[in-house]
């Protein structure tokens, strides 16, 4: 006896489909599972034979045959367990009813509870675009799934419900469908807190209206940390199409808090200095998003820079310059979207007081140097700001009047992303930061004497193409939060001074 159900898997940032075949067959009792399953797979034959007879079921006394289709791909997880028990149901002729369209997806427990599963919204975003009609989930993905229209998503906690429902004993509801509105409020610290500091908070404006990387430098108590924290407080709202990317990644990743059916609010990852490099790319025996992916559409935040170990801080160099970063494995190769904003924070030498108008450095040059080239150039140049934050004077600290609240610096930024993004409208680019060389042509025009401030500061300065690249991007941002179509000569220079901090430090003196 045979029947078919149908799952779905997850590789990379993608799903599959998998057909669960299952044939019953004459001969010594025996329980085979094939199509390239991994242990937690295997296992599988187990949970389901304990939750099959806890549900008042009996397991077939035969020799019981389950092929995961396609089988040159492998199957990761316990996610297959719900299929593999309907599919022998099924061909044991224990359930009748017709499942063609649904698809089925479960971790069983021995009694024959459903627990939830990763992944789950890039699953139903594929089961939609296969054209299935009814996709039964764990009641805690539920939310999740209700995002997606156009598929029944039918939430279920133990395997009784759904053998009810085959039956037509009881009904089960479709999850509500959830209708996208404005972002609900997220309590972020604000921008009003940081006392002084007015050159960084505009250069963190800057960054947030057009995406760009921001590397801040100055002693310990400056600062750098507590403005990187009241980033997310002036960034732009997300586009639906923005939470859905995000979400699909922290699903994937396990991370999605249980009860959430979006991400509303940008990521702000901030991960520790002692972080391996796959854990900021991604990988593992099992792939899986690291740091950099889960911080797409938001912020990586890097404190202390140069304490990241040389391998790690080499791994951003090709996702700050693409937007996605790739694993291969003996496997196979996977790709998951990381397009985010690198903001790094670092004192400028090893006691934090190299350059202190008051305090005085312990360090030697040479410890200066080797600390600071813990930072390779090739990622510097990658790093569209570089912003020096000095020590706050007491008349600053001590005064009691609030500054420029995220809210009013929030809205500049809107309007300055709402240009970028009808100018880019069909062109697939969203902000400054992602242009292309061509639409650098195209959208960075610059006026005469803009040109030619332009021209002496990267012959003084020594530049890269890649740093002329980054200058023309950031003074198009200054550019749109003035409301100028074109781009005059005092966006470029505020360009070039948050561009030239490097010379000071890095510059072999």
Known sequence: MYAKTVSVGVLG?????????????????????????????????????????????????????????????????????????????????????????????????????????????????HAKQEGFSRFFVPVENAAEGSVIDG?????????????????????????????????????????????????????????????HN??????????????????????????FEEQIETTKIHSIAGVLPSGVRLIHSRPFRSPHHTISPAGLSGGGTVPRPGEISLAHNGVLFLDELPEFSRTALEVLRQPLEDGRVNITRVSGSLSYSCSMMLI???????????????????????????????????????????????????????????????????????????????????????????????????HCQLSDKARSLLKAAFERMNMSARSYDRILKVARTIADLDGCENIDSSHVMQAVQFRSLDRKYWSGD
């Open 151 to 211: 598929i029944d998503v039918l939430p279920v906690s133990n395997v009784t419900e759904i053998l009810e429902y085959l039956r037509g004993e009881r009904p089960i509801l479709p999850a509500a469908k959830m209708e996208f509105d404005t972002q609900p409020p997220v309590h972020c610290p604000d921008f009003a807190e940081v006392k002084g500091q007015h050159a960084a908070k505009r250069a963190l404006e800057i960054a947030a209206a057009g995406a």
């Open 344 to 442: 790094a924070a670092m004192n400028p030498c090893p006691c934090g007081y190299y350059g202190h108008p008051t305090k005085q450095c312990t360090c030697s040059g040479r410890s200066v140097h080797n600390y600071l080239n813990r930072v390779s150039g090739p990622l510097l140049d990658r790093l569209d700001l570089h912003i020096e934050v000095p020590p706050v004077d007491f008349d600053s600290l001590s005064d009691s009047s609030r500054g420029e609240p995220s809210s009013v610096i929030k809205q500049r930024v809107n309007r300055a992303l709402a240009i970028q993004r009808e100018r880019y409208d069909g062109t697939g680019i969203t902000c400054n930061a992602r242009l292309t060389p061509a639409l650098i042509n195209e």
């Open 13 to 125: 940032m993608n799903a599959f489909t998998v057909d669960v075949e299952t044939d019953l067959s004459q001969g010594l009792p025996a329980f085979d599972i094939v199509g390239l399953p991994d242990a937690a797979v295997k296992e599988s034959r187990d949970r389901v034979r304990a939750a099959i007879k806890n549900c008042g079921m009996s397991f077939p006394v035969s020799r019981i045959t389950v092929n995961l289709a396609p089988a040159d791909i492998r199957k990761e997880g316990p996610i297959y367990d719900l299929p593999i028990m309907m599919g022998i149901l099924r061909a044991g002729g224990q359930i009748s009813a017709d499942t063609d369209g649904t698809v089925f997806v479960g971790e069983l427990s021995l009694t024959g509870d459903i627990r939830p599963v990763n992944g789950l919204l890039a699953m139903i975003i």
């Open 214 to 239: 921001v590397l801040l430098i100055g002693p310990p108590g400056s600062g750098k940390s507590m403005l990187a924290k009241r980033l997310p407080s002036i960034l732009p709202d997300m586009t």
